[in-house]
């Protein structure tokens, strides 16, 4: 359980900033939503923030679970765009446009993209023709908005909110870092979970402090101890899948290992390699969830979710179609793959089972070949060993 922290509301809660840096199925959205309910706010409000609407969804799903089904008045949740255009951009808007009710959203056509030859902090540089904020531009404008402004927009906040809680802290990058820092830097308590394993997403395509965020954040963090007032804690135990598959997970992406705290007792649990003449009779079976590392691996017909997608669900059985970077990798663990980040999500998805599917079953010093009892029917397999 999240610890509670017993300071009264009128302290000071600078020294209460808190990061999580954990593994996946280690509980990170249930300790957020946990420390949410049971820390005190007074009249303001507590912000939770996740950088994808399906982040924000799980954060409100875990909150109501948590809490009788409701999500109570003081509780904001948004998604890291939202939070940004209504709290930060737009209140202050005057600031740079001498007039308000201009910007109403985001243009994020060029987010990933095209270079932009605009002259830096000019209307161009942050707007469109449309008066929408560039996406790739947002978190740069919020710091420049607060400079314009003598600190007002980040005053703002702490006037509004006693907690911001951030999920998924490894997909923020760029000038994200820097508004992260105004947030730590203020009297609001910020409280932040992710994994930097998990890095396979980022809030846009940028240059600037790459070696500040995504996977580097929590490295970058650690600097910031003593002056940002950070209580770091980390923790590699999962609850969510068997040792076998924190074993396997452990070879796709090596340093700080994780451990498995689940124990269970099901049949034919653990990671597996099954070919395709058997795969009906296995998804028939055992109904497990496809996927994929992008759309341009065959499934067979068979439905399927990529990697990416699956970031942050749990599921009791998956079945992996192995692109070529994955089929190699099989057939040598010992050899490194060379963006493991959107394959660790892949392979730590399932509590119980995760299969492979290979046209030839490969066996070597981590698989074994034996049998598996699929329905009536006797299969042969290939399972993981450490």
């Avoid at 730590?184 to 979970?193: E, Q, T």
């Avoid at 034919?268 to 079976?285: E, S």
């Avoid at 099989?330 to 963006?339: N, R």
Wanted: glycine share 6%; with cysteine.
């Amino acid at each position: 359980m999240t610890e509670k922290l017993n300071i009264p509301i009128t302290l000071s809660m600078q020294s209460q900033n808190k990061i999580i840096m954990a593994c996946a199925g280690s509980g990170k959205t249930w300790g957020i939503c946990q420390d949410a309910i049971n820390t005190p706010h007074g009249a303001k409000k507590v912000l939770m923030v996740s950088f994808t609407n399906k982040g924000v969804e799980s954060l409100r799903n875990e909150y109501e679970k948590q809490n009788y089904g409701v999500v109570d008045q003081h509780i904001k949740i948004h998604s890291w765009y939202q939070f940004l255009l209504k709290d930060l951009i737009k209140p202050y808007q005057s600031f740079f446009l001498e007039d308000i009710n201009i910007i109403r959203s985001f243009d994020f056509s060029n987010m990933y993209g095209a270079r932009d030859f605009s002259k830096k902090n000019t209307l161009p540089y942050f707007l469109n023709k449309s008066g929408d904020v560039k996406a790739n531009k947002a978190s740069e404008f919020v710091v420049y908005l607060n400079e314009k402004s003598n600190g007002a927009v980040i005053k703002r906040l702490e006037e509004i909110y006693s907690c911001i809680y951030i999920d998924e802290l490894q997909d923020l990058t760029g000038r994200d870092i820097e508004l992260l820092e105004l947030l730590l830097k203020s009297s609001i308590r910020v409280y932040c979970v992710g994994d930097y394993k998990q890095s396979t997403l980022k809030t846009h395509n940028a240059k600037t402090n790459k070696k500040k965020s995504g996977e580097n954040i929590f490295g970058y963090l650690e600097t910031l101890k003593d002056s940002h007032h950070l209580e770091i804690i980390k923790n590699n135990k999962s609850k969510r899948f068997i040792q076998d598959i924190a074993d396997f997970a452990n070879l796709v992406y090596p340093g700080d290992p994780i451990t498995s705290v689940k124990e269970d007792s099901l049949e034919y649990m653990g990671v597996y390699q099954i070919t395709r003449k058997n795969i009906d009779d296995y998804i028939r079976y055992f109904q497990p969830k496809v996927l994929i590392y992008d759309k341009r691996t065959s499934t067979s017909g068979y439905m399927s979710l990529n990697f990416g997608v699956s970031k942050g669900m749990t599921l009791d059985r998956s079945i992996i179609f192995p692109n070529g970077p994955l089929k190699k990798f099989l057939k040598d663990p010992t050899k490194s793959l060379s963006t493991p980040h959107k394959y660790f999500v892949g392979v730590t998805r399932s509590k119980y089972s995760l299969v492979f599917v290979v046209d030839k079953l490969i066996e070597n010093r981590y698989f074994k070949r034996e049998t598996m009892k699929v329905g009536d029917k006797v299969i042969d397999v290939a399972k993981f060993y450490l």
